[in-house]
């Protein structure tokens, strides 16, 4: 059983929706020890069928996400909640196409709120920060340190 997989999702051509393979060419320079880093760009459906054959002992998966929050702001999401979230590149929900997982696998979602939406490449500078740190977390085995998402219920 592998450790950890980490699915690095999004759309490269999209501007900062393009955190995930950003990521993903981070960590190819410099690997986080004990993580099977994944580049699924905008289609991580196309990458499940190895998962359910050989569950992780851990998925985490990084998205763009539309949370709410000050650009490049990073949060850890629970896999119930993030079906609330608006991820960018992909249409399928993240707790429908991982509920094959959810009983063997520990599933954690870290998403980083875009800047820049639109077609474009590059990442704005405020997301390419949050990479960096998201890489450093995962090198350092820190993951679980990531501040928790917490929906702001406040009435306006």
Request: glycine share 12%.
């Given at each position: 059983?592998?450790?950890i ?6 759309n ?6 393009g955190?995930g ?7 190819s320079?410099k690997?986080?020890c004990?993580v099977?880093?994944?580049n699924c ?8 069928g190895p ?5 992780p002992?851990r ?10 929050l000050s ?5 850890r999401?629970?896999?119930a ?5 608006s991820?960018c ?5 993240l707790p429908l196409?991982l509920?094959?997982l ?7 979602v ?12 590059g990442?704005?500078a405020?997301?390419?920060?949050a990479v960096k ?9 820190e993951?679980d340190k ?7 219920l406040?009435?306006?």
């Amino acid at each position: 059983m592998t450790e950890i997989v980490l699915w690095c999702i999004g759309n490269p051509i999209m501007s900062d929706d393009g955190a995930g393979p950003a990521l993903y060419a981070e960590l190819s320079g410099k690997p986080a020890c004990g993580v099977r880093a994944v580049n699924c760009e905008s289609a991580p459906e196309n990458h499940l069928g190895p998962l359910k054959k050989n569950p992780p002992r851990r998925l985490v998966v990084v998205d763009a996400a539309e949370m709410g929050l000050s650009s490049g702001s990073v949060r850890r999401i629970g896999l119930a909640g993030s079906g609330d979230i608006s991820f960018c590149s992909h249409g399928i929900p993240l707790p429908l196409l991982l509920e094959p997982l959810k009983d063997s696998t520990e599933i954690v979602v870290i998403g980083i709120q875009p800047a820049v939406r639109g077609i474009g490449e590059g990442l704005s500078a405020e997301v390419q920060g949050a990479v960096k740190a998201v890489a450093e977390a995962l090198r350092n085995g820190e993951v679980d340190k990531i501040e928790l998402y917490q929906e702001n219920l406040s009435p306006r």
